[in-house]
């Protein structure tokens, strides 16, 4: 008697905690108030001398939990505005095609060396600031340079095939904290949806070459422990040989442009992940850590500056 007694109490405690358990299941829960989460303004913009025009994105973030949008949240009707000096200030035009605001190099004109401003204001979120300077750029002697071979290392491989690898080269500038990348401007289709159909127009954007060294592949290389060495990769291109062929043509039909970017862009673009490999994060839990230094906020506000490559 007293066994089955006892079994009874257990039964109804068990049972009292998993109605407990269900009815805080149906409760609503306040994911700010549980977990500190706070949507804010996301801002993305980079300065470059050598361009037209500065473009701005504005977003915001979303919620960890509470919210299953996979949609970015693109504001057009916000405030954003750039400063030379912190005091006086120029405001971008929200352009609706691209969805990004716009300031022309005749309104902002950005030079090397230049500090700016930049500061983000939407209704129902903290304002959003940031700074940065422009980069200088140099002569730094970059060059292509091809070479017949057989049997070099590719990705950590021995390639075998006869063909020539082209590398790019050129000269840190010593006594400064450096980062670079090789890019080409292109022609890219933006297409737009309407009532009325699909428009599709071009607009020029670009793209960042991949090097490689030993086993690594950069899209982005600082001079760190290089600092006044000559830096040089191989480029992302294979010129095969064939018995027919008298000469070649390096096959870079694009303008091909250094890069010097600030710590800003550097630190930004070496957080990204670029591999397929991402979701794996997810599956483990492992957040990713992308750089930002949007005060109040995230996004990233850097400059680089461009010369171009014979």
């Known amino acids: 008697m007293k066994t ?118 939407y209704s129902g979120f903290e304002d959003v600031s940031s700074t940065c300077t422009v980069p200088f750029s140099h002569d730094v002697g970059f060059r292509f340079d091809t070479v017949a071979t057989d049997g070099d290392l590719h990705w950590g491989e021995p390639y075998y095939w006869p063909h020539k690898d082209v590398f790019v080269e050129w000269r840190d500038v010593a006594g400064e904290e450096n980062a670079y990348a090789i890019g080409y401007k292109r022609l890219s289709p933006i297409h737009v949806w309407s009532d009325e159909g699909e428009d599709v127009f071009y607009e020029w954007r670009f793209d960042i070459d991949l090097l490689t060294e030993g086993n690594t592949d950069y899209w982005y290389v600082s001079d760190k422990d290089r600092d006044g060495q000559v830096m040089r990769f191989i480029h992302d291109v294979d010129l095969y040989e064939h018995e027919d062929d008298d000469e070649w043509t390096p096959p870079l039909e694009q303008q091909r442009y250094l890069l010097f970017l600030d710590s800003n862009c550097y630190q930004y673009e070496i957080t990204l992940p670029y591999d397929d490999f991402g979701m794996l994060n997810f599956l483990f839990l492992e957040p990713e850590h992308t750089f930002t230094n949007i005060e109040n906020g995230f996004g990233l506000f850097g400059a680089f500056s461009m010369l171009e490559v014979k």
């Open 4 to 121: 089955n007694r006892l079994y009874q109490i257990v039964a109804l405690v068990c049972s009292m905690m998993a109605a407990v358990a269900f009815t805080g299941c149906v409760d609503d829960i306040n994911i700010e108030d549980q977990f500190g989460e706070t949507r804010k303004l996301v801002l993305y913009c980079r300065l470059c001398p050598q361009m037209d025009s500065t473009y701005i994105l504005l977003s915001n973030s979303q919620l960890i939990f509470g919210q299953d949008s996979q949609d970015v949240p693109i504001i057009s009707d916000g405030t954003v505005e750039l400063s030379a000096d912190g005091s006086h200030w120029v405001r971008a035009t929200y352009d609706m095609l691209r969805q990004r605001y716009l300031i022309t190099r005749e309104e902002f004109p950005v030079v090397e060396g230049g500090t700016y401003y930049i500061r983000a204001s």
